[in-house]
Every structure is written in C-alpha cells, then in structure tokens.
C-alpha cells in the first residue's frame, strides 16, 4: 500500500514479469509541449481530473487471471484495469480519443486522465462544457471533484502554468528550486540537475550557465563531490534568475518563427521566438552539453550540430511554420 499526496492509500502490485511477457502497445500518447501551446491563449479554462481513471476500464475476462495477486488470506485477481500494467498508459489515451474525437484539438484537450476544456469566448465556455459533460454521462465517466476547477482563466497543466496571456513555469518547481540550499553531495546536485531539467523550456542557455552542476557528476567517480566558487555563482544565478522567469508566447497557426544559436566550447542553444508588434517574444529556449567528442568539433561543426539538434526537439514548429535560422556563421555555404 503506498500513501497518495491527499492522505488516501492505493494498492500496488509489482507486475514486472507480467510487464515483459506482454507485448508493448505502441499506441502514441501526446506531445506535452504540443498541448501546453494549444491550451494556452484560451479566455476560460476548465480542468477535470478521472477519478482512478484506469479503474474505470473493465479488463477482458480472459486476461482477469494475468494480474492476479496473492495476500495473507488468498489468491486475487482484478476485474478493473489495475495500476502498474505498462499498456494501461497507451489503453486509456486510446479511449479517451474514442470518446472525446469530436472535441480534441477544438474545444478540449486530454493526456491521459487529464481533461481541459478551453474556450477563446467567456460566453461560449457553458456550451463547451455541455458537450463534454454529454459524453461523461453517456460513457459513465466519473471525475474527482477534488482535482477539477471550472470556469477559471488559468491554471495548471501537465506541470506548467496556462493562461490567456502565454505559458508560465509551474510555481510550484520554481519555488523548489528557489528554496534548496547548495548541494551538500552527489545526491543534492543529481535533484538539482533533475529541477533544473524540469524547468529547461524556461532557461535561456542553460547549458553554459549551470555547466558546473554537470562537472560534479561528470568528475564525481575520479575526484568525488566537489562544490567550488564556479558552482556556487551559477546556483545563485539561478535562483536570481528564477525570481522572474520568462512567460512564453504560443505560436500562431502559418506564422513565421525565428531560431537564435549560440554556440561555445561546451554547449550549444537555441531560442525559438515569435514576433508581435514589433516585439519578439520567446517561444521556446532549446540547450545541450556537448560531449567530450563534440566539444572538439570546428565551430561551424558545432553550430550544425545546434540546428539539427534544435530542429528535433522543435519539430513539431519546424513541420507547421516557416523558420528563419540566424547565426554568426554562413550555414547556407556550409550546408
């Protein structure tokens, strides 16, 4: 039994071998970044959560008997769709879409047992709700009261903050990261490697800026943890940094984009921008370490190594916008 964040207790069962007998669904779920641009922007948001979604998908008869379990009074089985299955993730996505296709990507988006209904008009959210409480009735979907809000103009999705103004970071991560002290061992500076990961999108070259953490793992097997000046300036540039991070701005449908590279000896970036009267506005901030083999590539090497890098972890923009690259280096001869 494991206590969940609100008090209550679920039930685990360890399905690590039924989990490699089965075959992997590869039903796709949604790119997190692509719902986050697509619910941001909206003038009314509601955002519901299934109550034990996956429990609310009945297992075939036939496989009943693969989940069974056993206890101190007996063998047990589950009729419901249990947590822990590594299909049950692909399972639900794929119902949702069943029930929801008439609504997806117009006036809903789901991930997995996380709804949202959006509306770009206040007096039109009512009928938006309408239809997708319609379809909870009809297919007796229940949600949990105590993870929905209705009717709100911004509020938390799949770990970052939306609103009708752009994307904000999840304040609830960058208080964490606010809130640690420096790194005391190899432990600390792995959780704030990990924060630091979560927050990425936000992080203009965060790549050469927080380098140092890096060094530590990096050099952790030959010289153990070793936290210098170098490391304690980018941690309290960091959290001064973090004090006012930056509100991204959702693209618009056929406009042009515009990619900065920056490259140096140890890291390549990008910065995905859009422009709005004039002003350009961040979309997305895109940042590597390069390796010990990529460090030594020529400059030009390098910033061809920041395109292509930037252009795949941006391919969602790249495939639906024109994007103008601009850089200190020629790419169009070199390329």
Request: proline share 5%; aromatic share 12%; with cysteine.
């Amino acid at each position: 039994m494991v206590k969940k964040a609100s008090g209550a207790w679920r039930m685990c069962v360890d399905y690590t071998d039924l989990n490699k007998a089965c075959p992997n669904d590869s039903f796709p779920l949604p790119r997190i970044d692509q719902l986050v641009d697509a619910t941001s922007g909206h003038q009314m948001l509601s955002f519901m959560d299934a109550y034990s979604g996956y429990n609310q998908i009945r297992m075939d008869h036939v496989d009943e008997e693969a989940t069974a379990f056993q206890t101190d009074k007996g063998l047990y089985c589950y009729k419901i769709m249990p947590f822990g299955l590594k299909n049950a993730g692909a399972t639900y996505q794929r119902l949702m879409n069943k029930v929801f296709k008439d609504l997806i990507g117009r006036s809903m988006e789901v991930y997995i047992d996380d709804m949202l209904v959006k509306t770009l008009e206040r007096t039109k959210h009512i009928f938006d709700l309408e239809q997708c409480f319609s379809l909870l009735r009809h297919y007796n979907i229940r949600l949990n009261p105590a993870k929905c809000a209705f009717g709100v103009t911004f509020g938390k999705f799949l770990g970052f903050m939306v609103t009708h103004r752009g994307i904000e970071a999840n304040p609830e991560k960058i208080k964490a990261l606010r809130d640690m002290v420096p790194p005391r061992n190899i432990k600390e500076v792995q959780r704030l490697n990990g924060r630091i990961a979560a927050l990425s999108r936000f992080l203009a070259r965060s790549g050469d800026k927080y380098l140092p953490f890096f060094k530590i793992l990096r050099n952790a097997r030959n010289k153990g943890f070793q936290w210098t000046d170098e490391c304690q300036a980018a941690f309290e540039q960091l959290q001064t940094y973090l004090a006012s991070p930056p509100l991204l701005s959702k693209p618009i449908q056929g406009e042009r984009l515009y990619l900065y590279m920056a490259v140096s000896s140890n890291a390549i970036s990008s910065v995905l921008v859009r422009e709005e009267n004039a002003i350009q506005r961040p979309v997305y901030y895109v940042s590597k370490i390069l390796s010990e083999t990529e460090g030594r590539y020529p400059l030009a090497d390098k910033t061809t190594l920041a395109l292509v890098f930037s252009a795949r972890k941006l391919r969602p923009y790249f495939q639906a916008h024109i994007i103008g690259v601009y850089t200190n280096l020629p790419l169009r001869s070199i390329l």
